[in-house]
């Protein structure tokens, strides 16, 4: 055990009372916010610039910070090389995962059959639900390359994966060196990142300033993110009540089944797939969701892994994992290792196919697989992102009716929790992975984070073994 880690062990954990932990006040604060919700909806409703407040002041620091960390691991790293083969394999694992999400939402979906016995109809759906999803799809078509007026074929299936895989390339390139920091697009920032911190670390001597200048931000802006958080409980109590007050605990029990199905298939992809390849790595996934368990009730209250992010870039860092590993396999991740949408979108596919007697041959579910993996690339971690996914999905295959993610439409909110809970315990298990692949991952801290001897209070310093 290295002297820092020894340092940290060391280090007396400050007692505070139960109340001022952060996971206590995000879970009471999402209890308010379902009584409220349930006995005055209006009021409920009326708390949703709280929920949206706090996600735009999370969202103001991720571009920030996913920047800092890469250019700041980049110029770290001694051999540039190793940053090809950490995005490689971040790559591989990402393809690996999410192929095997879809095909586990195909598999349960036809073996559990939610949609089944609905006998629904396009003429028996709310005429305002169907023109909500008619806004969906516009927004999906606008948004990616997609054929409406072809039969699914393996000709019509290649040229539409071409297609994507180029607008997906296209959509990297920022148009100014700026646009992704102000659209807040993760992988334009990353991609600027990369080369930045390439260009730094290729400079020498003459860049030694500007990365120094980087390295001493970075410690103000981790420091920055700790205030931050100190406002989660009151943004999962705006999200959590608006939820409620809007949607109603009723469309729980309408869907139940469907949900149900959803989220007992992605806990048990968590705690199988995912436990198995942390335990084939040597550490426990159980470990590992106590150690992020702040962020995993913050996403539930909040519905978005986005919100999230920054204390994730953090947490991986004090939990042993490189710096540089985590700036590209985290934010990668969230475009490109998205477990609980994957099962969703296969999932939602079935059920709404099963709900209007729709029948679908191996080969068109294969396809529906191919369309969803690639449709699901670029889907980031803001509330309903999964639906204009599953959107562009059905628009491109023309035997189910859009129309039908009328049915799904009441309860999307209760399913993008269960989305982004997945995708972040997800990407948490792929940084560490990939850290230990690349050998650049300090087991003893790892073990150290995970049984919680290291002090884990947001917005402190994180500093690497040497």
Known sequence: MTRQIQHLVSTKIPHRPFYRHLYVQVILAIIVGILLGHFWPAIGIAMKPFGDGFIKLVKMIITP???????????????????????????????????????????????????????????SLDAKDIAEVATYAQKARDSAAI???????????????????????????????????????????????????????????????????????????????????KAAPIGAFGAMAFTIGKFGIGALVKLGFLIGTFY?????????????????????????????KDELLLILGTSSSESALPMLIEKMERAGAKKSVVGLVIPT????????????????????????????????????????????????????????????????????????????????????????????????????VVAAWEKQLDRDKLHAALSGKIPNIPGTEVTESA
Do not use: H
């Open 147 to 229: 054929v409406t007026d072809s039969e699914v074929s393996i000709v019509w299936l290649v040229q539409l994966v071409m297609k994507g895989v180029v607008y997906i390339i296209a959509d990297v390139i920022p148009n100014t060196l700026f646009s992704g920091f102000v659209e807040g697009k993760i992988l334009q920032v990353l991609f600027v990142a990369v080369l930045f911190g390439t260009a730094l670390a290729a400079a020498g001597p003459r860049g030694k300033p500007v990365i120094d200048l980087v390295n001493a931000l970075v410690a103000p802006v981790f420091k920055l993110i700790g205030y931050l958080m």
């Open 264 to 292: 007992v298939t992605s806990l048990l992809f968590v705690l199988v797939i995912l436990g198995a390849v942390c335990r084939y790595n040597g550490f426990s996934i159980l470990a590992l969701i106590r150690y992020i």
């Open 333 to 432: 991740g969230y475009s490109f290792n998205l477990d609980g949408t994957n099962i969703y979108m296969t999932l939602a596919t079935l059920f709404i196919a099963q709900a209007f007697n729709i029948p679908l041959t191996f080969g068109e579910q294969i396809g529906i697989l191919v369309l969803a993996m690639l449709f699901s690339k670029g889907a980031a971690g803001v509330t309903g992102s999964g639906f204009i996914t599953l959107a562009a999905t059905l628009t491109a295959v023309p035997s189910i009716p859009i129309e039908g993610m009328a049915l799904i439409l009441g309860i999307d909110r209760f399913m993008s929790e269960c989305r982004s809970l997945t995708n972040f315990s997800g990407n948490a298990v792929a940084c560490i």
């Open 65 to 123: 910070v996913i920047f800092l960390t890469i250019v700041s691991g980049i110029t770290g790293m001694s051999n540039m090389k190793s940053m090809g083969r950490v995005a490689g394999k971040a790559m591989a694992y990402f393809l690996t995962f999410s192929t095997l999400a879809l095909i586990i939402g195909l598999v349960i979906g036809n073996l559990v059959q939610p949609g089944a016995g609905l006998n629904a109809t396009v003429e």
